[in-house]
Every structure is written in C-alpha cells, then in structure tokens.
C-alpha cells in the first residue's frame, strides 16, 4: 500500500508497506525453494541486501531525507519511509531505485513519473500496461493475485473537491483520500490506479 | 478365391468408411484430437446444465482467460454466441442439422504463425444447419460467402466453413512475427507506425499470393478496410494528433480513438480474417496423406469401442514445449547481448518421446465412468520402461494407514534401476532444453563425480522400490496474521486476525533396500542440522515450516516414513493399526491389486471439508460442482502390449436421479471435474 502526504508546497512524505502475512505459512515453505510457478524466489540474504542498496540510493537522492526501511521476517512485512522537497524529487527518487536496480535486471520501468502535484490538482498516473501484460499471467498468477489487494492513501493539506476514481472515499475530515484495488483487477486492467483529486 | 474376394470387400468398405470420416479434415501436425461418438437415440443433453459448467469460462472467478476449445481469444459477445451455440447444437442435433450418428471432432494445431481450435460436425441437412449457424454463432450482417464450392463466413475471430455432409468451426490466434513489433516501446515515432503499416500491407500480400482462396468480394472488403485504416491513420499522423505524453495512453478514457492501439487492433483482425481463410481452405481440402488418418496410432484408436475419446501427440506437444522454451531463452539472451534469435531457426529439437502418443478411451456405464488411459512410447522411450512397474507393495506398509477416515491411496511398486534410469534420461533432456546449455557437462560432471563414491549397485537399491502415500484426515489449523484497520480519518491500526486453513493428515513410506547406507544418509543429514532426534529411530526437521503441523521422519523395520499424523506417533508406531483402525481386507486387497494403484474418495473428502468449514461459518457450504460430479475415483496400471503402458481411470459420478442426461452430456460433467481439479 501507498500512503503519500503531500502538503501545499509540493513537499511530503512517501510511506510504503508490503505486508505479506497472511501468507506467512506459504512463504516459510517457499523461502526454502529457488524457484516455483516458474519465477525465481530471492533468499531472504538478497531481499535484505536489496533493502539496504534501495535506502543508499534513496539517501543519494537531492531533496529526499528521512529514510528509513523495517522488516519482519516474522510476519513478511516490509516500510519504505522518506520525505521529500518536491514531487519532481519524489519521482526522480523512485526512478533512481529503478535505475540502481537495472543492473541486476530487477529495474521496474512503469516507476516512471508517477505521480504529478499542479496548483490544486494531483494526479496518480501509471506507466503499467496491462492490455500487454494480463496476457504473460497463468491461471496459477490470477488467483494469487485475486486475493491481494492494493490500498492508495493521498493526504493533503486543504480539503479534497472530488476524485475522479469513483472508488474513492474521502476521509471524514475531508483532506484524504483512499482507494482500494483488488490486485488481480489492476494486472488485468480491470480498474486502474490512474486518477486525479481535485483540492478544493 | 473367396478369401481373396472377402479380402477385397473388406478393404473398400474400409477405404469407404475412411473416406466418409470427417477425421480426414483433421491434419497428421494436430496435437490434440477429441472425438465423441454418435448420441444416443432418443435421448436429450441438457444444454443448460453443460452451459453452466466452469470449464466454459463464463461463470469462473477468471473466465475471461481460460482457454477451453480456443474460446479465450474470442470477446465476450462472440465467446456467449459459441457456448449457446456449442451447448444448443450438441444438445438438440435436430434443430442444428447435426448428424447424431457419426463422430463429433475437435482439434488443435499449432506452428510459428498461428494456434487454433477447430470442430468437425456431421451434417445431415445442409440448409437447417445454415439456418441454425448462421443465426446463433453470427451476427445478421456476417456474409456468407459461396466461391469455393462450400459455404464460409468469418466474423469476431470465429470462422466456419460447410458442405453438404459436414462442417467445420475454426477458433484461431493470430501471431505474425513481421507485426509482432512491441508497440509499447515504439509508440512515439511516426516511422515506427509507418513501418509497421509497411509490414501489415506485405503480410496481407503474402498470405493473398499464396492461396486463391479469397473471394473477389472478400478480397475487395478487405483491401478496402485496410486502405481506410490506412488513410486514416496517415491523416491522423499529418495533423500531429497523437499526444505526446504516452503515459496518458494506457488510460482507459485516452485509449479509445484516435490511437495507433486501435489502428494496430484493426489491422490485426484484417489479418486474422485472412489467415484464417487461409486454414480453413486447407482444412476443407485435406488429402488423406496430410490427415490424421495416415497416421498409425490415431486410426488403431478410432477402430475401438469408446463414447467419447481424447489423442494427443505428446511427441510433438514436447518438441513445441521445448522449442518454446529456448526461444524464450534465446529471446532473453539477445536481449542482453548473448547468442542471436535466429540461431533458434538452425535447432533440431529431436526427444526421447518421439513417435509416443497419449490417448484415453471413455466410456460410460450408469453410474461409472471408465477411462482407459494409453501411453503408447516409441523405441527410445519402450526399452526405457518396459518392465518398470513391477510387483506389489509389502503389506506391513498398509498397517500404518489410519483407515477411519481414509481419502486417497496411491501405492507404487517399480524397479528402482529402471525407474532412476528413466528419471535420469528425462532430466538430461529437460536440462538438454532447458537454456542451461554451456551449464549441461557441468551437471552431468557432477552426477559422475557422485557415481565415484556411491557404485550404481548401492545407487538404485537404497530404496526398494515400494512406496505408499495416503491422505487419513483433513485437520484445521488456525493461525495469525497481521492487518489493518483505517479510522475515519485513513489512520492506520495494526490488528491481529485468525485465519483457518485445511491441513491434510498424510502419511508417505518408502520401502529401503539397503538398510545401513540409509542410516549413514541420515547420520549426515542429523550431523548438519537438517534433523533433530527426538527419540529412537524418530526426526523432525529443523525450522520446522508450520509449527501448528509438525511433521515425523521414521526410519524403522526396513521403511522410511514421514508423517504428521500425531495419533500414529503417539499409539500406534510399534505395530501400526488393528482392528477397526486398520484398512479394511478390501482396500488392502485393491492396493495390492496393480503395481500402479491411486484411489481417492471425494465423497469423504468434501463431508470432512464441509464439517471444517461449518465450524467456522456456522453453516454447511455450498456444494461444488466438483463435489456435484465425482463420488470417487480410482486409477489402476494395466497390462499391456509391449511399448504401451495402460491406466485404467475409475470415475463414480452421483446417481442420475431423473435419468436425463445422456452420455454427452456426464463426459461434459467428467471433463469439467478434471478441469476444476486441475485449477
């Protein structure tokens, strides 16, 4: 899940949490396998590496402080945390981990240009396409991700007029927004994280 | 004399009745064929019920992409026009003008450029079975075209073609190499769309050289569908109106026109018409030379007593897989600057299972569906396996299977030599194929450098060669996870929740052949950590995966065990189960039956699933149209001739109780079991 806040002068915090417990049983078995469904599994050794490189590459980045990653190997819970200056820099960052990663060909090329701040307008925009990509999942892929879900928060500090997803719901004191995805609906292009929030 | 003309009789009428088989409008490079034979008279399917099943993807949690009989190409529309129209015609031939007295195909066929499904139907009244296509599979403003001395019409990517004692309903997936370009990447410049239009427009003239087979006014719609794409396309390109952020192109609302994914969507559906014209024509023509008929196995299949069959090449089906997978790879490789795609072309991917065929012979007999399943092999793969299944699995094993609530057995009894041997020549295969090609002697290395210290003699009997699986019971497990809870303001809370999962019973044993090598293995494994003893001649895994499900490891009276089954740790590990606890003389009787023997109960299965998961809601589940289909199942290794190994497949369907569906109509039910077991 995404939880961003983003305050009048373009500056804000990135907050992101991949929370896999409710298949921990599953992943203790599958941690002790190199591959299955035919994708390669990372040893919980490389997955703490690649944590470390992406807070590195964070702290490099102009206008992005405050990092700070957790893990549970426990409970498979993983947080990103940062703030940044502007939201060019915060797209700048994501792209930089992208890039740090190239390398090793795990780079994520939709992490590009994600997210846009105007005047009173942001926009969640997305790079993933899935007309393309719903046709690379098996069956096996599909009900995995039929049960996963992907949760959007967006703070701000004025008051939202309205959300073009209208999946949307706007918080009670009328400055968040929050969005709810089933994950298997994003991959196959059923719904899309694409949206703009208008401020009041 | 006589016999020589009783010969002679003989051979015509067989020629003849070849003659008539529409199997000769099935191609010899089909990998799969699905024959189902004459209905019974008088009886009626229920289109409904077939209608309602799983397998035909409109009622499945992810029907849009499940591919049964090529339906996962078509669009919604035309994918609910071919279900009723596939479900109407089998089940009222009349009304279709389908002969229900001779046999009902469907095949598939693939190479580089297409993949395709296609149905064979007996005819019996040409014109009823025009009326009926044409207005349940097509929509009113298809046309039908009558150029090459029989009917055809395409439209949404369904083709059909008739004559006047059979017609023929192709389901293709159009894949062109020329315009397989990766328009996501090349999007923003406009030469990159004008080249692809250039490949288009040469694909078209290609396909339109090589046959006749369009007709003048088919040709011409096309030609005029694609000259308008083209100038639209070229007009929109003029005045610069693609948008020059891309990104915004992936959204639902910027997608729709005008935008080069549709132009390309258009051009491929052009294409797509016109290939598949281009299969039905040879389809309609086929010599006898070309068909399946010339091929051995598949005509020897056709002259047996069955209902409903199903054949398939499983040589050429692993030629493609493999062929597939190092295209994979090589397309990986170039991409980063290793060996170069068109290598691929040069490779010869000859295996071990060439000239092997799968086939399964169905039959019905009230509540019981027989399947005899064939794997005939070919020299290679017949030297390899004869004599591999051999024998019965001991009886002492059985006294360790806890029978009061018993749901599947499967007991094997092979030679060790053999059945490593084969294991190792299909690995060596896989590995040959699998993209490891510089890392292959490496391996292989390896395995020798291994046979240095454990001789070949020591290597195939450490295990004995019998080996039992059972699963006794079905236990909840309840565990934990973490989630979250938003308050009105979206402020996250942490909070604990308790998920019940299904967790088999299960015991596995392994006969061991060589008592003191085994205890060695196990000293090591112990030594390293792997195991822990906890008492004598009994293990448990270290980092034990589950702890809500601890698993055994015993090594005791010449078997290897593993279980979880707690109550026979606990009582009944000295001598195993007696009385009512044991299994009863019959199933013991049936395990030793066949050295291949699997038998599993879906009626216990389903009740001690439904009991675990009414605890929880408070309230009996739904049942599954699984539970609906198979009562139980049981798979029994035959004797056969040499180079054929037969499967006897079991299945106990629920009683027909208003006695209205035909055969057809449970080998619908069948198949759609196996499909949800295999989901």
Not at chain 1, 169 to 179: A, D, E, H, L, P
Not at chain 2, 49 to 66: A, C, H
Not at chain 2, 359 to 370: E, H, M, R, S
Not at chain 2, 476 to 498: A, C, G, H, I, L
Request: glycine share 6%.
């Amino acid at each position: 899940m995404e939880d961003i806040t983003i305050h009048n002068n373009g500056s804000g915090e990135f907050f992101y949490t991949v929370n896999l417990s409710q298949s921990k049983a599953n992943l203790d078995i599958l941690m002790q396998d190199d591959s299955s469904e035919g994708y390669r599994i990372p040893s919980r050794q490389e997955i703490d590496a690649d944590i470390v490189r992406t807070k590195l590459t964070l702290e490099k980045q102009p206008g992005i402080t405050a990092v700070v990653t957790t893990t549970d190997w426990v409970n498979y819970i993983f947080t990103l945390r940062f703030k940044f200056n502007t939201i060019q820099q915060l797209n700048a960052a994501v792209e930089s981990v992208s890039a740090e990663f190239a390398i090793d060909h795990k780079s994520i090329p939709e992490a590009s240009g994600n997210f846009a701040f105007a005047g009173k307008t942001f926009n969640r925009r997305s790079n993933y396409n899935a007309i393309m990509e719903r046709e690379k999942l098996t069956p096996k892929d599909k009900e995995i991700l039929s049960k996963a879900s992907y949760s959007c928060i967006y703070r701000f500090d004025q008051a939202v007029g309205n959300s073009s997803n209208p999946k949307s719901k706007i918080s009670s004191n009328g400055k968040s927004v929050m969005t709810r995805f089933n994950m298997l609906n994003l991959a196959t292009g059923a719904e899309t994280i694409v949206h703009t929030i208008q401020l009041k | 004399m006589k016999h020589y003309l009783l010969y002679v009789f003989v051979l015509l009428t067989a020629a003849l009745l070849n003659a008539q088989d529409n199997a000769l409008h099935i191609p010899k490079s089909s990998s799969y064929v699905v024959t189902i034979r004459p209905l019974h008279n008088g009886e009626q399917n229920s289109a409904e019920s077939i209608s309602r099943l799983e397998m035909f993807g409109s009622n499945t949690d992810y029907g849009e992409d499940i591919s049964v009989f090529g339906s996962s190409s078509l669009d919604e529309s035309p994918r609910t026009r071919l279900t009723n129209y596939l479900t109407g015609t089998l089940s009222n031939p009349k009304i279709s003008g389908i002969d229900s007295t001779r046999n009902i195909y469907a095949f598939h066929e693939e190479d580089d450029t297409s993949s395709y499904w296609a149905y064979i139907f007996p005819i019996t009244n040409e014109q009823t079975f025009s009326t009926y296509i044409k207005a349940n599979l097509f929509t009113a403003d298809a046309h039908v075209s009558n150029d090459h001395g029989y009917h055809s019409v395409t439209r949404d990517r369904i083709t059909a073609g008739w004559a006047s004692n059979y017609a023929i309903v192709l389901l293709a997936d159009y894949y062109h190499p020329l315009v397989a370009t990766n328009w996501f990447e090349e999007l923003n410049t406009q030469q990159n769309i004008a080249d692809s239009i250039a490949a288009v427009e040469a694909v078209l003239e290609e396909y339109t050289e090589q046959s006749t087979l369009l007709s003048d006014s088919v040709k011409k719609e096309r030609t005029a569908e694609l000259e308008r794409e083209n100038a639209r396309l070229l007009d929109e390109l003029n005045k610069g109106e693609f948008p020059e952020d891309t990104s915004l192109l992936y959204t639902q609302s910027v997608i729709e026109e005008p935008s080069p994914w549709n132009v390309q969507n258009r051009q491929n559906d052009t294409l797509h018409d016109t290939q598949s014209f281009y299969i039905l024509n040879r389809l309609m023509n086929l010599e006898e030379s070309s068909s399946i008929y010339s091929n051995k196995n598949f005509r020897s299949l056709q002259s047996e007593k069955f209902e409903a069959a199903y054949w398939y090449n499983y040589g050429l089906v692993m030629q493609e897989a493999y062929r597939k997978r190092m295209e994979n790879n090589f397309s990986y490789a170039y991409m980063y600057g290793g060996q170069e795609k068109e290598t691929l072309d040069t490779m010869l991917f000859p295996t071990m299972w060439e000239d092997s065929y799968i086939a399964g012979l169905v039959t019905f007999n009230d509540t019981v569906t027989t399947m005899e399943h064939r794997i005939s092999v070919g020299e290679e793969m017949s030297q390899l396996t004869t004599g591999m299944y051999k024998g019965k699995v001991d009886r002492k094993m059985l006294r360790y299977v806890k029978s009061d609530n018993l749901m599947a057995l499967v007991c094997l009894s092979v030679d060790m030599e053999k059945f490593m041997k084969f294991g190792g020549h299909v690995y060596k295969e896989n590995l040959k194929y699998s993209g490891m090609g510089m890392f292959e002697q490496t391996y292989l290395a390896m395995w020798d450098i291994l046979r240095v210290f454990i001789d070949d003699k020591t290597m195939y009997n450490i295990l004995d060669g019998k080996f039992v699986f059972a699963v006794t019971d079905l236990k909840p497990v309840v565990s934990t996870y973490v989630s979250y809870e938003y308050d009105s303001d979206f402020n996250r809370q942490e909070v604990t929740k308790e998920k019940t999962d299904i967790v088999p019973e299960f015991i596995f044993m392994a006969g061991v052949g060589r008592k003191k090598d085994m205890e060695n293995i196990i000293g090591i494994l112990e030594r390293t950590g792997i195991l822990k003893k906890v008492n004598d001649n009994v293990y448990v895994p270290v980092n034990a995966s589950n702890p809500n499900s601890q698993m055994y490891i015993v090594f005791q009276k010449g078997m290897l065990m593993f279980t979880n089954n707690e109550d026979l740790m606990n009582n009944h590990l000295n001598k195993g189960y007696s009385g009512n606890q044991r299994m009863t003389r019959k199933t013991r009787k049936m395990a030793r039956r066949s050295p291949l023997m699997a038998w599993w109960d879906g009626r216990r299965t389903f009740n001690t699933m439904h009991k675990i998961t009414k605890d929880e809601k408070g309230e009996p589940a739904e049942k599954s149209e699984l539970e609906k289909s198979v009562t139980s199942g049981l798979i029994l290794g035959k004797k056969g001739r040499k180079g054929v190994h037969r499967v006897e497949v079991s299945v106990t369907m629920p009683p027909d109780e208003d006695n209205k569906h035909n055969s057809l109509n449970r080998f619908f039910h069948l198949l759609n079991g196996l499909f949800l077991i295999m989901r």
